[in-house]
């Protein structure tokens, strides 16, 4: 499909476009033609996008946006392992009402996670693991009830995370971040009494972290994988 043909389709729909012919042209480099149509039509069933492993860059998250402008179905986007700064997720956040977003494996080093729900009050859930981020301060909006992230451990990030509304908690190791998921951490982290799903594989936890672990009943999905110094006996104890 071409620029003139896209446009020839836009008007037989009744459509209207903020792509560019350059936006389009980068835009075809990871979309298909079809997919294009779909989402400028803002097809009703057209809820989710996965995007991940495409080399999408700054440039192309801009096409996607103008492409998106009008779209008002999709709420779910995957942007796994790709070329993308902190300006074009900061633009995601400001234009793009998503619910679930996986920005896993970008070169968002030191991006703001505080400022970013600033601009996205609808946010579920959030993947972002494999980032270093500026310290959390905050972690709002009320509405995100799943996380996934990999950050070193300190006391201001477990305040935050204790004091949260989530449900769903992930911290995942990363290479050059020093996790520590030991018992005070899960102590501070079960404070939490929304906590329904809890990951935290190759943590140090002793009789002791198990021993919080089992009390905390609202628990329903746990893994302490990858943690060799726990033997049957513990594992029994969370049955």
């Known amino acids: 499909m ?9 008007l037989q729909q009744g459509l209207t476009s903020h792509v560019t012919e350059m936006q389009f042209n980068r835009l075809l480099r990871f979309l298909n033609p079809l997919l294009i149509k779909y989402i400028a039509k803002n097809l009703a069933s057209l ?3 996965k995007l991940s492993s495409l080399f999408i860059n700054d440039e ?9 402008k009008n779209n008002t179905h999709i709420i779910k986007l995957d942007l796994r392992n790709n070329r993308i700064h902190c300006e074009s997720v900061e633009l995601l956040a400001k234009h793009i009402p998503l619910k679930e977003l996986n920005l896993t494996e970008n ?3 030191g991006m703001n ?3 970013f729900f600033g601009h996205n009050n609808s946010l579920e859930t959030l993947n972002i693991r494999s980032i270093k981020l500026a310290p959390i301060t905050e972690l709002s909006p009320s509405s995100l009830k799943s ?27 990363a290479y050059g971040l ?17 906590l329904r799903k809890l990951v935290i594989p190759e943590n140090t936890l002793t009789d002791r972290g198990i021993a919080l672990l089992a009390a905390h009943t609202n628990l329903h999905t746990l893994d302490i994988s990858h ?11 969370l049955a």
Not at 2 to 10: G, P, R
């Open 147 to 173: 996380l996934s992230l990999s950050l070193d451990i300190n006391e201001a990030l477990l305040t935050v995370l204790a004091n949260s509304a989530l449900e769903e908690l992930s911290i995942i190791p």
């Open 47 to 49: 809820v989710s996008l």
């Open 227 to 237: 943690n060799n110094s726990l033997g049957d006996d513990n594992i029994l104890k």
């Open 60 to 68: 192309d998250v801009t096409a996607l946006l103008a492409l998106m």
């Open 178 to 194: 020093d996790l520590t998921v030991n018992d005070e951490v899960v102590g501070e982290l079960l404070k939490n009494s929304k």
């Open 107 to 109: 070169h968002l080093d």
């Open 113 to 115: 996670l505080t400022a």
């Open 2 to 10: 071409t620029y003139v043909e896209f446009q020839a389709y836009l």
